[in-house]
């Protein structure tokens, strides 16, 4: 499996920590590194997931042909 990795500055962390903390904490504040890598990870695999679910249904329809009642 690949490995992503994002860089940032000290000053980006910051931003980072408080706009993910606002998203993700009931009561706002600063969200944690493990705090946000859950969430990009739980992400990616919701992304993931839509993705096949939408590949799947199309493949579905496209499978079935339509009923010629004259």
Same mark, same amino acid.
């Given at each position: 499996? /690949?490995?992503?990795?994002?860089?940032?500055?000290?000053?980006?962390?910051?931003?980072?920590? /408080?706009?993910f903390? /606002?998203?993700?904490?009931?009561?706002?504040?600063?969200?944690t590194?493990?705090?946000?890598?859950?969430?990009?990870?739980d992400?990616?695999?919701?992304?993931?997931?839509k993705?096949?679910?939408? /590949?799947?249904?199309?493949?579905?329809?496209?499978?079935?042909?339509?009923?010629?009642?004259?």
């Open positions: 499996m /690949a490995t992503i990795t994002i860089n940032t500055t000290p000053a980006q962390d910051s931003r980072i920590a /408080a706009a903390g /606002a998203m993700l904490l009931a009561e706002g504040g600063v969200a590194g493990p705090q946000i890598k859950q969430y990009l990870v992400h990616i695999k919701d992304i993931v997931l993705h096949e679910q939408r /590949a799947a249904a199309n493949a579905a329809t496209a499978g079935v042909s339509p009923v010629d009642v004259t």
